[in-house]
């Protein structure tokens, strides 16, 4: 009996969304920056393969915090490198 966990559910993981191209080049435009400047998470942590990401999408993790409240992070999906 094989159950599969969505690490989404889990209460200590922010929500990750995928961003259209449109948003991405708002985003982009408004910080004045390319996509190389963003930060960058693996194309195979549990997050970005659970809503399906690929490489070069670019990811919104928002979370929830009792200091900042609603705080947004983006990052570029890139591939891990060989060893």
């Not at 922010?14 to 996509?35: C, G, W």
């Not at 549990?46 to 200091?67: E, F």
Request: charged share 30%; no cysteine; aromatic share 4%.
């Amino acid at each position: 009996m094989s159950t599969k966990l969505n690490v989404l559910k889990h209460v200590m993981v922010p929500d990750h969304k995928i961003m259209s191209e449109e948003e991405v080049s708002a985003l982009l435009s408004h910080y004045n920056i390319t996509t190389e400047q963003l930060p960058k998470i693996f194309h195979d942590d549990p997050a970005v393969k659970t809503i399906g990401a690929n490489v070069d999408d670019v990811i919104r993790i928002v979370r929830m915090s009792h200091t900042a409240g609603r705080a947004e992070a983006y990052r570029l999906v890139i591939k891990r490198p060989k060893k």
